[in-house]
């Protein structure tokens, strides 16, 4: 009696987590939305995994839960996971990469004596055509001698950190984009690429600022953490909001998109973004693509979106540890 009544719990517990996972992969429709869920994707995904493995290796039914639920969401989880392609890629194109450099180590998060210069070895290495930085602070920023072309905004004014750009081909026609009592924000600037011009824009929408103290499952602060993070979702939706509006006027060249969006590719703010877009990540990616850990979960907050005339040959996630965030690139060329 007993061994069966743990059965039934844990098939109850299974199906539970497995309808959590859906929801929060907006599976269903977007007719059911919990917005916090979006967060705890991966850990969802490895709680019913860890079930799925439990019924595997006992050879029960309940395995079939698991299963099923995979088949329904197979699209929303080819935003979390992409197999290898093993198929031959060109680099031939435009090299694009996007970093969030967290201010060269400004406030010494990190041990590492020369954050800039260490920043500064890798990109020799990779040697991309253009770099998208967020969280760029001026006065601590590497040389970075083999890129003429340079545009900085602030994200406040007169800040010292902000948007910058560094490119091997011509910028030009640059502007600031601010979003009212946020320190937060992007630019955007047009590219001369051979005979083409693109768009770049390089954003940064609301951070969660999270400290230490906060955790999502504290007795004492859970529901004031909870509204926290449900404000700051609703000020990042915003933010797209006027993006897009602002993006929707400038329509004449083919786009780029190099963003820290603060958020997963399960949120509200990554559908308003992507909307006819696309995620590179998506079309050439690997793995799990995290650029980001939260509370321990390894998340995709870090995007490069562009227009369908532009097509993606191939996506990498960098595995080098130099800010909170990992650099991400993309190679583009014309569909």
């Known amino acids: 009696m007993g061994k069966l009544f743990l059965k039934k719990f844990l098939i109850l517990a299974n199906s539970v987590f497995l309808v959590l ?33 439990f ?4 050879f029960e039914w309940p395995v079939f839960l698991f299963l099923f639920s995979v088949l329904i969401s197979y699209p929303e989880w080819q935003m979390l996971y992409q197999f290898s392609d093993n198929g031959i890629k060109t680099t031939k194109g435009l090299s694009v990469m996007s970093y969030n450099v967290r201010s060269f180590n400004r406030f010494k998060w990190l041990e590492e004596s020369d954050v800039a210069g260490s920043i500064e070895d890798f990109i020799v290495e990779r040697a991309p055509d253009v770099i998208c930085f967020q969280e760029y602070a001026q006065r601590e920023a590497p040389n970075l001698a083999d890129y003429p072309y340079k545009i900085f905004k602030p994200y406040v004014k007169g800040g010292n950190i902000g948007s910058c750009i560094v490119s091997k081909y011509p910028l030009i026609h640059s ?22 011009t693109l768009r770049i824009y390089n954003m940064h929408f ?54 820290d969006l603060n958020n997963t590719a399960f949120s509200k703010a990554y559908q308003k973004i992507k909307q006819t877009r696309q995620d590179s990540f998506l079309e050439e990616g690997e793995g799990l693509g995290a ?18 005339s532009l097509q993606t040959i191939d996506y990498q996630t960098h595995q080098i540890k130099l800010s909170d965030h990992k650099p991400i690139s993309v190679v583009l060329g014309k569909s």
């Open 291 to 308: 650029t980001y850990t939260f509370s321990f979960l390894p998340m995709r907050i870090d995007f490069i979106f562009s227009s369908p």
């Open 55 to 58: 019924w595997l290796l006992r």
């Open 21 to 53: 996972q859906l929801i929060s992969m907006r599976a269903l429709g977007g007719y059911i939305e919990i917005p916090l869920l979006s967060l705890a994707v991966p850990l969802l995904c490895l709680v019913n995994i860890f079930f799925f493995i």
């Open 206 to 259: 609301e951070s969660f600022r999270l400290n230490k103290m906060d955790t999502l499952i504290a007795n004492n602060s859970s529901d004031k953490i909870r509204l926290k993070l449900q404000t700051i979702f609703d000020i990042q939706e915003s933010q797209v909001e006027q993006f897009n509006a602002l993006a929707k006027e400038n329509t004449r060249y083919p786009e780029i998109i190099c963003t």
């Open 175 to 196: 502007e600031s984009i601010s979003f009212d009592g946020s320190q937060n924000g992007g630019m955007l600037s047009d590219l001369i690429w051979n005979t083409d």
